[in-house]
Every structure is written in structure tokens, then in C-alpha cells.
């Protein structure tokens, strides 16, 4: 068997050297040499031989599966602001919570107090606010709590008051209409209960509430749990209340009463922080919600405090304070919304914003406008005095690019990131144009798309078809047979200096002013192994190569930091490790079954590894987990993401984020996410969705490319994802 995988692999080598480097035919190679495994003795080598000229052949004429941008239907969803739209008659003045639905991309505000109780349902689209209608709603009443749940789709309300009398009750939100629901178990009625959203643990945090409560609840999505943690805040109502992503804590400040105390929440207990600096404690008559946000693209906590100047509060203004996970930090925009209490806020993920609505306001002072923070400035959205319809588009407004494809898309940080298009349409024939574009604010919008290299013929395998950047300035494009680079941004790309015959499937990479680069040397109808150069100045000069062992065949190739690399080989899953600039490797022997036809590897320190074995039969998917190097390995659960029975083009991906944190999917699948080594997986992705691409930048900022050139983007992780504006391209 391993002298047929052998024989497969050299004899693929060489006839990829004389077509270039087709996508995903190894791996079908492999899977029919194995399954013909009873052939031996001397047919042996024309079995492999002739395998590996039929597979190749057939691809040539075949065309890349790529895909079409606004192929598919999608969602309706936030479109950009032109104008300020005006607050719609009887929504605001009132006091009331509001809650980010991820899912659907939209703030949602429910009842609160305002001329009267109420109990209707608006929506923010970040242009405008709009009334819902839906066949059952919660009772009219003020102080519910509300979160989004982003595991289960679903908004959150739990409880509230009307008229004095407590409410406990459980609804949830599914973009459409509300829900009772009647778990075994529940918190006891009340009012001004502090909720958000843990996703580590993928539950619901509820603390406090009146009267007079410190008691700490989880809710799984069909059941609320008392928990029973050591230390507890002293007891309170309207705390504020979220959970800080980039720390990996729950956040607890204030409450009614004058509190200003900052608690955290690590999932089994809490503890009292004692920053150098704190916001003060807010004044209030009476009991009213107030609200703080995670900032997911600044990676802080905010908070907005009202602060009286006098007795009569008429000369109230509102402090904007931050906090990092150490200290609160007083923010001074240069304009900030009117002074209100009983105010509510959401962080708006799709526009990457901090929404502020509501409350009442000191002394005749507007109420009535919606402001969004940016993490400078506030901005008035929505408001009096505003226009009841969006302005006219400006000229040269950035348009939907209405046929071709987005082959890759690749991130540094939240904000910055490029895509790879081309100008063909489905399928890919002839010679198309390949080239770049980037977005420097979280793909909202994006430069005019920069032409990378000659055109080109998609079919042959040598064409453009990933884009890695290393850091701001430096990035690579490359496909089977070309490679190009760039050092300003993207603005101008030139050769990336070395000529093999062809590259690796995902042969170059890199982080910082480190840069890897794998490839096949040898002639034509020749077989030999794999060679790797490292760069030490992003790529602008390359190492002499070092030669991989015969028969290790690249596909994944894994930056750690900016000394590490991790390559794995197809179809065994073999390994070779460097974490000192490729000066020294260890080589790392698969525990995938010997009739694996392909090993997926993941990592993030070298340390931790992670390999999914995809086999030919039904359950012959496992996932091993080591956690020290590759020196042992531990089998993990993957029956709760990997298909059945996959197809032979079947395309998987994995990703490691953290230690112990790693993401799945795949054409079949959405979106699975583990935080306990692979023991038990989630789903995280969006349902309906089937995804080829995932990149994490960091521990939080990551985007997914689905089928259909659609971009989804994550802040925590993976935890949550939520989908990008379609994509607009300003005309050449």
C-alpha cells in the first residue's frame, strides 16, 4: 500500500510538472489508485502512471468550479447611509433597551416607556428605524432585558415590569415574530435584570435585577440554570452588563444606586476589578435600564455616563469611557448625544458601530435622535430635521460587480483586507483578467481593483487563485504556475522573484516581515522533491531552498508567528515543523489510516496541532488533537460535523483560532466551532450557507467566503458571524 501511495504521488508529480499545479487532483488521484489497491506486482506502476495521465486530463478540459458575484439571491440587508432619515411618530421619547440581532444584521428595540407602556417591536437597519409586526408578542411593560443568541438565531427577552408587577416570563425573537417560551426552569419575575450573551460557554448570562437580587443565571437555549458562584456582586438592578470578547470575560459596572463598582466573569465566578480609573457613579430619580457594548472592532468595552452638573440636571452632559480589560478610560469626542437616562445601546456589527437610542432627556433636550459611535466621534443617524428619503446616489458611486468572481479573500486586522477577482463568469473559459481590490473599513467598501500579472486561461491551472498578505504593504498572488507580489498595499504588483515550474496548492505565506515559499523545481517529465524558501525582508529577497524528503507532496502550509512553519503532505498527512526560520525540522509521522485521501492540519503555536482525517467509507473522518509538538495524540468527536459520505471533490476546511478553539466547514456544511480541544462542536456559521474559504487574522478578526462570493465576517473568534454588504467596486 505505501509503495502504491508512493507510485501515485511521483507519478502525479510528474505530469503536474508538465501541466502545472491543478487544485484538488491529487487527492482524486490518490482516492482511485486506492480503490484499485488489489492490482499488484508489476502493473503497479502503470496503474499509478495511467491514473495520474487520465485525472489530469480530464481536468484540463474541465472547467474551476468558481463562482459568480450576485449569482445567488441574497438577503436583504443594511444598505449605506446617504442621509439622516427622522425618527418615525411614536417610537422615541422612550425608555427601553435595545438588542443587536447578529444574525440578521438589524437593532432591535421592544416596548419600554415612553407617552404610554408599550409592547411593539422596531427594528435599525443603520438607516432607519422600522415597526414589525408579529402574531404573538410579550405583554406591554418597561425593564426587560434583551441579548442576542447568536448560537441558537434568536433574540432574547427575559421579564420587565408593568404597572409595579413583575413579569418572568421568556420570549425569543426569530427575525419575524416573537415566542413564548416555557423552560422547567426560570429566574424569578422582575425587572432591570443585566443580560448579555457568553459565547465561550454558548449561554445567556442574567444577573440581578429588583428587588434587591444578586443571583447569576445561564440560559442553553431551551432551559435557564442557577449557578453558583463563589463571590457575587452585591445585590443590584439596571447593572450594565457585556461580554468582552478580546478578554474572554463577562463585564458587570454600576447599577441603581449610585454604584460604580467594575465586576468580571470567567464563567464560574465573579470577581471585583479595582481600575485606576472609573466612570462616575450616574444619579437617578428612579430606576431605569442603561447600557454598555462590546466593541468588537475596537476591542473595548463602551459605556456612556450622564452627568449632572447641578441640581436642576438641566446642564447634564454624556461622558463616553472605554474599557480594555484593565482600566476605564474617559473618551472626549468632539460632539456627543444630548444627556438622557433610560438610554439604550447595541454594537451594530455589520457598520461596525456603537448605536445609542432613547432614554429622556434633561430639560427639553432632544431624545429623539439615534447616534452611532465609531470609536472617535458620535454621529446623529437618525433624528429630527432629517430628510424622509435618501439623497441622490453621489457620481461614481461603487456598484455591484455584476458578473464574475471572487476567488479568495484574505484579512490583516478588522479593518484592513483584500479580495482576488477575475472578470469571467461561471463557467471559467477563455482568458480572463485577474486583480486585487482592498478595503481599509472592514469590507463596507472597497478601492478599484488593481490588475495582478497578465490575463490568463483559468483551465490550465497555473492562473491567479489565492491572495495572502503578510502585512499592510507586503502581499502575494499566485496560482499553479505564477506568482506575483506587491509592496505598497496593492497598488502596483511586480514578479515575486523566483521562477519554479510550479507552486504549491497553498505555497506561500508568512507573517510580519516573514515570508514562506514552497515549490516543485525540476523539469518537465521529471520527478523530485519539493523545495522551501524563507524570506526575511516580506519577500523582496528568498533563501536558497531547502529540499523536503522524496515523496512529501505540500498542501497545507501554516505560518506560526514569524519564525514558524507547518507543511503537510496528501494524502498521508505527514508533517514537517520549523520554529526557528526553518534553520532546524521535525518531522511529524500522521495517525491518519492508511487509505486517507486527504489530511487536513491545523495550528496556531506549533504546540497544538490538529489533523482531520477525510477517508473514502462512512465514519472514516477522525480528528486527532496533540498537544505537545506531535509527540502524542489524542482521538476527538467529529461525527457532529463531517459529512456521511463525501463526495470526491469534497472540499473541507480547518482552522485553528486559540489553543483549544478550532472551526470547520465545508461545501456540506456550515460553520462548527470547538473551545475544548474537538471533544464537542457547535454550530457557529449561519444555517443555508455552505462555505470554501476561512481566514482568521488573529484570536477574534476573521472573514468566510461562502459559495456564492458572499463575505461573512467574525470579531470573536468565530463565535459569531454575520454577513458583509455585497460587494461594491468603484468603476476603473
Known amino acids: 500500500m505505501d509503495e502504491l501511495r508512493r507510485d501515485v504521488n511521483e507519478a502525479f508529480d510528474q505530469g503536474q510538472a508538465e501541466l502545472g499545479d491543478l487544485g484538488g487532483v491529487r487527492e482524486r488521484l490518490v482516492q482511485n489508485a ?29 472547467t474551476f468550479a468558481y463562482v459568480r458575484i450576485g449569482s445567488q439571491p441574497r438577503p436583504e440587508g443594511p444598505g449605506p447611509v446617504h442621509t439622516l432619515n427622522p425618527s418615525p411618530v411614536g417610537l422615541w421619547p422612550r425608555v427601553a433597551n435595545l438588542a443587536y ?51 441558537h438565531h434568536v433574540v432574547l427577552l427575559f421579564g420587565g415590569e408593568y404597572q409595579g408587577i413583575p413579569e418572568g416570563d421568556t420570549w425569543l425573537w426569530n427575525g419575524s415574530s416573537w415566542s413564548q417560551q416555557f423552560p422547567a426552569h426560570s429566574p424569578s419575575a422582575r425587572a432591570g435584570a443585566a443580560l448579555t450573551y457568553d459565547p465561550v460557554r454558548q449561554v445567556v448570562l442574567l444577573f440581578g435585577g429588583l428587588d434587591a437580587l444578586n443571583d447569576t443565571w445561564a440560559w442553553n437555549g431551551s432551559d435557564w440554570t442557577k449557578l453558583a458562584p463563589k463571590t457575587s456582586p452585591p445585590a443590584r438592578s439596571y447593572a450594565r ?66 452627568i449632572a452638573h447641578s441640581e436642576s440636571f438641566a446642564d447634564s452632559t454624556a461622558q463616553t469611557w472605554t474599557w480594555d480589560g ?29 448605536v445609542l437610542a432613547g432614554g429622556w432627556a434633561s430639560a427639553g433636550a432632544d431624545a429623539t435622535s439615534t447616534w452611532s459611535w465609531d470609536g472617535a466621534s458620535w454621529l446623529m443617524v437618525g433624528g429630527p430635521g432629517a430628510v424622509a428619503s435618501p439623497s441622490p446616489a453621489p457620481r461614481n458611486t461603487p456598484v455591484p460587480l455584476a458578473q464574475g468572481a471572487v476567488l479568495d479573500a484574505d484579512l490583516l486586522d478588522a479593518s484592513n483586507g483584500w479580495i482576488l477577482l477575475s472578470n469571467c463568469i461561471v463557467p471559467m473559459t477563455g482568458i480572463c483578467h485577474y486583480s486585487v481590490a482592498r478595503t481599509a473599513d472592514g469590507g463596507r467598501t472597497w478601492s478599484k481593483a488593481v490588475q495582478v500579472g497578465p490575463s490568463a486561461d483559468p483551465t490550465d491551472g497555473g492562473a491567479p487563485r489565492r491572495v495572502q498578505f503578510i502585512n499592510t504593504n507586503d502581499g502575494f498572488v499566485f496560482g499553479g504556475t505564477t506568482a506575483f507580489a506587491t509592496h ?27 515570508a514562506w515559499l514552497v515549490s516543485y523545481p525540476c523539469a518537465k517529465g521529471s520527478s523530485c522533491p519539493y523545495e522551501v524558501r524563507s524570506s526575511v525582508d516580506a519577500g523582496r529577497t528568498w533563501s536558497s531552498p531547502y529540499s523536503l524528503p522524496g515523496g512529501f507532496s505540500p498542501l497545507d502550509e501554516l505560518a506560526i508567528g514569524n519564525q514558524g ?9 505527514d508533517m514537517a515543523l520549523t520554529l526557528d526560520g526553518g534553520a ?21 503555536d506549533g504546540n497544538e496541532l490538529w489533523e482531520l482525517c477525510l477517508g473514502y467509507q462512512k465514519g472514516s473522518q477522525p480528528l486527532f488533537v496533540s498537544e ?64 470554501q474559504t476561512i481566514r482568521l487574522a488573529n484570536a477574534s478578526d476573521g472573514w468566510a467566503l461562502d459559495t456564492n462570493s458572499n463575505l461573512w465576517v467574525t470579531n470573536d473568534g468565530g463565535d459569531h458571524w454575520t454577513q458583509l454588504p455585497e460587494i461594491s467596486i468603484p468603476p476603473a
Open 101 to 151: 440581532d447578529s444574525t440578521r444584521g438589524q437593532v432591535l428595540v421592544f416596548g419600554g416607556s415612553g407617552a404610554t407602556v408599550t409592547n411593539d417591536t422596531w427594528l435599525w437597519d443603520g438607516h432607519q428605524w422600522m415597526l414589525q409586526t408579529s402574531a404573538a408578542n410579550p405583554s406591554p411593560r418597561q425593564g426587560a432585558a434583551v441579548t442576542d443568541d447568536p448560537h
Open 565 to 573: 512553519l507547518l507543511i503537510s503532505s496528501v494524502p498521508s498527512g
Open 628 to 691: 505537545d509538538g506531535g509527540k502524542s495524540w489524542a482521538l476527538r468527536e467529529t461525527s457532529q460535523f463531517v459529512p456521511q459520505q463525501p463526495p470526491p471533490d469534497y472540499s473541507t476546511i480547518l482552522v485553528s483560532t486559540r489553543a483549544g478553539t478550532a472551526l470547520t466547514a465545508s461545501i456540506l456544511n456550515t460553520i462548527q466551532i470547538t473551545h475544548d480541544g474537538g471533544v464537542t462542536w457547535s454550530n457557529a456559521g449561519p444555517d443555508g450557507f455552505a462555505f
Open 488 to 514: 505598497d498595499g496593492g497598488r502596483t504588483w511586480g514578479s515575486v522573484g523566483v521562477h519554479p515550474v510550479f507552486f504549491a496548492q497553498n505555497g506561500i505565506t508568512g507573517s510580519g516581515s516573514r
Open 326 to 354: 484593565n482600566t476605564w478610560t474617559l473618551q472626549v469626542p468632539v460632539a456627543s448625544p444630548p444627556a438622557r437616562d433610560g438610554y439604550g445601546m447595541a454594537y451594530d456589527v455589520l457598520h461596525s458601530v456603537t
Open 34 to 62: 486506492l480503490a484499485a489497491r488489489e492490482t499488484r506486482g508489476d502493473n503497479r506502476v502503470h496503474l499509478a502512471a495511467g491514473l495520474a495521465a487520465i485525472l489530469i486530463a480530464a481536468l484540463v478540459i474541465a
Open 241 to 306: 452588563l457585556a461580554y468582552d470578547s478580546g478578554r474572554g470575560d463577562a463585564v458587570l459596572f454600576g447599577g441603581f444606586g449610585a454604584l460604580q463598582d467594575t465586576w468580571t466573569w470567567d464563567g464560574t465566578t465573579w470577581t471585583e476589578r479595582h481600575p485606576a480609573g472609573s466612570p462616575p457613579a450616574m444619579f437617578e430619580a428612579t430606576p431605569v435600564p442603561q447600557q454598555m457594548v462590546y466593541d468588537v472592532a475596537r476591542k473595548v468595552i463602551v459605556l456612556v455616563d450622564i
Open 584 to 604: 532546524t525540522w521535525t518531522f511529524i509521522k500522521t495517525h491518519c489510516a492508511v487509505n486517507t485521501f486527504r489530511a487536513l492540519v491545523a495550528t496556531v
